[in-house]
């Protein structure tokens, strides 16, 4: 099969991104996983996920990058659509000139070669693209890729000489972790979401239904921007198009009536539960479970009925 480079993120402690499982089962998908990275003793762990080739360099990520395109000349390079993701895909692609796909849900193979699936509109539309020259430079929305790659027992390991530009580079001055107060599981990585609208009123009623609900479930606790607006819940928990991007197994929205920018943050998900007392509220255009009713009604029966069940 032919090769495919997987360039994936970094944490700032210099673990792996979680979302490195993501990528090289996408890449395993289209071709052979080909993982490059800056520090060999993730090898191993790489080849758990999948990884047939661990390429190491420490040479600045583009330099390398764009050195590994050219040695290996590999059918596709995948990035996770995260912030330093997008912004070292989309400086590869143009050093290296080739086609840039940004955000997509699905990499996959047709008659014509690699193509790619994204979201538009909420998900009210798929759009597939694929690259009319060379090899395309990929970000994937993290959550979106369900496959994972068959662990290999013996990955080849080596040194790719790199050639450094001479271009400047961003460096990290500083980095100070967010002090997390909460207990409930992180937005970005839970399996279980609830989230709120301002519909809720206030943050009392907030905490009380959203977040009342979200422990019941063992869930992180998400928010529209016009909730975080009403500094009903913190911006942390803002979803969508000016907050973070979510894709767990279980979504639940709770008086959202469904505005694109809150859509594209979540509607990846596996099942989506809509409560709305407004029948013609988008959101039930993508919902795979509709409840229409008064959310101050039905979400405490909710609670009260889990918690029995328990």
Known sequence: MTEILVVPDRSHDGSLDPHAAELI????????????????????????????????????????????????????????????????????????????????????????????????????????????????????????????????????????????????????????????????????????????????????????LVGGLADTLGAAVGATRSAVDEDQVAYEAQIGQTGVLVSPKLYIGIGISGAVQHLVGMQTADTIVAINNDEDAPIFDIADFGIIGDLFDVVPQIISEIEARK
Not at 112 to 141: K, L, M, W
């Open 25 to 208: 089962g996408a890449a395993s998908e289209i071709g052979t996983p080909v993982v490059l990275i800056d520090d060999p003793t993730h090898a191993d762990a790489l080849s758990t996920l999948g990884a047939a080739t661990v390429l190491v360099s420490d040479a600045p990520l583009v330099d390398a990058t764009t050195t590994a395109l050219t040695t290996l000349n590999p059918a596709a390079v995948l990035f996770s659509h995260t912030v330093r993701g997008r912004e070292t895909a989309g400086r590869v692609a143009v050093r290296a000139d080739k086609a840039l796909l940004t955000d997509a849900v699905a990499v996959r193979r047709d008659a014509e070669g690699i193509v790619t699936d994204h979201q538009n509109f909420g998900g009210a539309y798929t759009a597939t693209a694929a690259a009319t020259h060379s090899a395309p430079v990929i970000t994937v929305r993290p959550g979106a890729v369900e496959t994972r790659a068959a662990a290999v027992a013996t990955p080849e390991v080596r040194d790719l000489d790199v050639e450094h530009s001479g271009a400047r580079t961003a460096e990290v001055v500083s980095v100070t972790p967010v002090e997390r107060t909460s207990t409930r599981p992180d937005l970005l990585t839970a399996d279980k979401v609830v989230a709120g609208g301002v519909s809720l009123g206030d943050a009392d009623m907030f905490e009380e």
